[in-house]
């Protein structure tokens, strides 16, 4: 599977974005809500790249298969946070997964940050297994049927 395409997300890729984490919604019986918790899929440039985050999106034939975000958390501190990792379901297992998180954490090496945090839902169990395998550990703290997770990135200065 070829998961080498992964580049910068920008506002004219939304639509497919949009569509996309859609589309994984509905496997869960969950909907987007663009005027609420997901209204950073309609201006991504300035949610992320305007805080010093970025997005990025997974390209396979033409397609948006994945995407990726970082975004700081607590910049005193070197937190980052990870948020938006999406794939098509046909890809999931085919470490393309890997291929973008390889991509959030080299970039916040490369930007100075030390740990990573994450909420993820409690659903996603299949994805909880994949981060706990990149030395992702799960936090004991829930919150609204979600679970956080943490990981040293590199040590502080």
């Known amino acids: 599977m070829n998961c080498e395409t992964i580049r910068r997300a920008y506002n ?3 639509a497919r974005i949009i569509s996309l984490i859609a589309d994984v919604y509905r496997e869960y019986g ?19 790249r305007q805080v010093s985050g970025d997005f990025v999106i997974l390209e396979r034939n033409d397609e ?20 938006r990792l999406y794939l098509r379901q046909e890809l999931r297992g085919s470490g393309c997964g890997k291929r ?9 090496m490369r930007e100075g940050y030390h740990s ?8 996603f169990q299949r994805a909880h ?8 550990t799960k936090g ?14 590199q040590a502080a200065a």
Do not use: C
Request: proline residues 1%; negative net charge.
């Open 12 to 14: 004219s890729d939304s």
């Open 30 to 48: 969950d909907e987007i809500y663009l005027e609420g918790a997901d209204k950073d899929l309609v201006d991504i440039e300035g949610y992320y």
């Open 129 to 136: 297994r994949f981060f706990q395998q990149l030395g992702f």
């Open 116 to 123: 990573v945090e994450f909420w993820s839902d409690m659903r």
């Open 100 to 108: 973008l998180m390889k991509w959030a954490i080299d970039w916040s």
């Open 64 to 83: 948006i298969a994945g995407t990726h975000a970082v975004l700081p958390l607590d910049l005193a501190n070197r937190v980052i946070t990870f948020r």
């Open 140 to 153: 004991d703290t829930e919150l609204l049927s979600k679970v956080v997770f943490r990981r040293l990135i």
